[in-house]
Each structure stands twice: as structure tokens, then as C-alpha cells.
């Protein structure tokens, strides 16, 4: 295996190991355990003598290829996948803060991020301060002497905000914190936060590396130093595993993640420019347009826009619901990354949970929609939504 070859290779043939047979396929290692030639062979591979699988809890082959592959797409030397982006994002904050320690989080966080960190961690005595992370100085005012982690998503669900990944990584170092990314919606294409210096990467492996709406699956990234410190153990006892099935599913789902991400990134972005036109349409953030409130940012730190858009409707909630129901190839679904196009009411769906004050903070209103393309003719995504914009006009 070549580290020099490029992405779309990489995503093809990264990590590949073949059994025997020598399979075309990687092959699916549906097994809880192991079996071992003698009672010495089984000792020895707990004393960590002989390299070798023991329980598919700590690690099985066709995660490790999945591993591998991931490892060589980010740039990191190590990983773990798991069985959800949750229980990525869970695993990379708590498995290195112990009661006491205190975290500083962006505010602008997907709902399940924000509870983990706003209401799960202050349960165990770990303290948390949310920010508004568009600016480097509220990081550094809310630095403390037992600051541990900072955890940020950049772009941020729903609207997009850009986060300066470089900025806030040089702080955490400076007080000897971590910084944790959740890079979901730039995908590992457009964004090397191990690069601009983060130490952790989480992935939601549900979103575009499945890309195809089949199975759940999360994957934590970093130094092989910061795993063995802090996730190896957590992670063999408290169990959050990928299932092997999906693992497997999602090492097809990658070697066409280059594809699938091009042509939904084309497609979010003449949709984000026929939105800006509408005049139903009160505002549309899109990163890859030159309008977007941190357009410096996203050329430093990103290689291309975004699949997703997001675009708030003059006529509120109604209007947002009526064109909603109004889309014939977009369909409504929380999710996102999907071959096929979707839609959410934040406000009403992913967001719910938050105060109205915190969602007017993230400049979250009921006229908020969020879109998620797919990998559709744009002609017929632009058409959806002339037709049901006309729908809400009359
Ligand atoms: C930014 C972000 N992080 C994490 C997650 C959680 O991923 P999963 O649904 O795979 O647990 C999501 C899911 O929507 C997300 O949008």
C-alpha cells in the first residue's frame, strides 16, 4: 500500500488485507472471538506478544480495514471506529476528562454534540463553557487553569458558521488543552483538521462516507500517542465497536465518496445561487459563495464548499413547511450526506431542543431551512424548487 497515492485511490485500496481466497471484495468478519492454536498462543496474544485479533470489542478485520482506510485519507496514524457518530464524538471527549477538568465548546454544536457536552459532562464534575466560537477571543477569555479539551464543528449544523480550526488548535496548545473536531460537514475531503494543527477528528461515518442512507457508524482519528493515552482503554470497556457489517458497508460506501461528494457540492452550490436570487428567500449561507459571513476563513482553511445550504424563508415557519411539502425530488429527512437530496426544519426537528434564545443565537429562526444535496440532476433539484417556491408565492 502506497501512503503517497491519492485520495480516490486510497479510497479504492487503502487498508485492504485479503483472507485465502484472495476476494476481489473486502471481505465482512461477522465473528464475536477468536481461536487460538494452544493455550501459549492464547497467553501470548493477551501479553501483547504476538500481533493478532482477541475480542471483535477491542478490534476484528474488517473494522481495522476500515480503520486503515480512514487513517489513510485524514492523515493520522490511528483510529477507531464506532458504532455511531455520537458515540465517536462521546468516546474522543470523555475518554480523556475526569471530574474537574473543564471544557470549552463552540455553542454552535448539533444538538446530541451540544447535550454531551452542556448537560452530560457537567454530571460527571466536568465543567463547560459554550462559546460563541466565531471569534478567537472569546476561546481564549474562557480559558481556564483546568481547561482540558475544546470542541468545535466547523461548518457548524445548521448554519454554517465557519470556525478558525488553526486559531483555536494554537490556543488549546498554548494551555496544553486538546482540540476535538467534528468535521462531518466539510467531509474529509475539504478539510484536514490533523493539518491546521487540531489533535482529534470525529467523524458522523452515517453522513458521507455511507452517503448512501444504510447504516450508522462514527470513526475517531489522532496520533497513535493521544489513542493508546486516552481511547484505547475507554474504548475496549465501555464497548461503543462498529458492527463489522457496517464497517464493511462503509468501506464500500468510501470508494465513492470523491464521486458523490463533487456532484452534491455542484449541486448545493447552483442551488445556493438560483436561493440568493428568489424573493422569498431572506438569506442563504453557503460556503462555498463569496457572500459568506467568513469567506477569509473558509479560503484558508478549506478546499471546497459544502454539500449543504442553508436558506431562511421570509414567511417564517409556515412558508418553511409549505415548501417543505411542496418538493417532489427533495425529501424531507433529518439526515444529511444522503445520494438522495433532503431537507430539515432545524427548528422544529434537529434543533428542537434549545431555547429560543439559543437558537437566535445561532441565528436559528422559524423561516430556517437546511438542504442536503444529493447526487441528482441539478436541473431537476433547480425545477423542485422553482415549482414549489411558486407554490408559497400564491
Ligand atoms: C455534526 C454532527 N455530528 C455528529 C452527528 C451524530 O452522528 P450519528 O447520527 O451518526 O450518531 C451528527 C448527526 O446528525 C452531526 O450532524
Redesign the pocket.
Known sequence: MSKSWRPATQLVHGGTTRSQHGETAEAIFLTQGFVYDSSAAAEARFKGETDGFIYARYASPTNDMFEKRMCLLEGAEDARATA????A?SAAILCQLKAGDHIVAARA??G??RWVVETLAPKYGIECTLVDGRDLANWEKAIRKNTKVFFL?SPT?PTLEVIDIAGVAKLANQVGAKLVV?N??ATPLFQKPLDLGAHVVVY????HIDGQGRC???VVLSDKAWIDEHLHDYFRHTGPAMSPFNAWTLLKGIETLPLRVKQQTENASRLADFLAEQNEVAQVIYPGRKDHPQADIIAKQMTGGSTLVCFELKGGKDAAFALQDALEVVKIS???GDAKSLITHPSTT?HKNLTDEARAELGLSSGTLRFSAGIEDSEDLIEDFARALSKIKA
Do not use: I, P, R, Y
Open positions: 455511531s457518530g455520537m458515540a464524538v454544536l448539533f446530541s454534540c464543528e449544523n467534528d462531518v460537514f458522523s461515518a452515517t453522513k450508522l457508524g462514527g433529518n439526515n444529511l434537529t
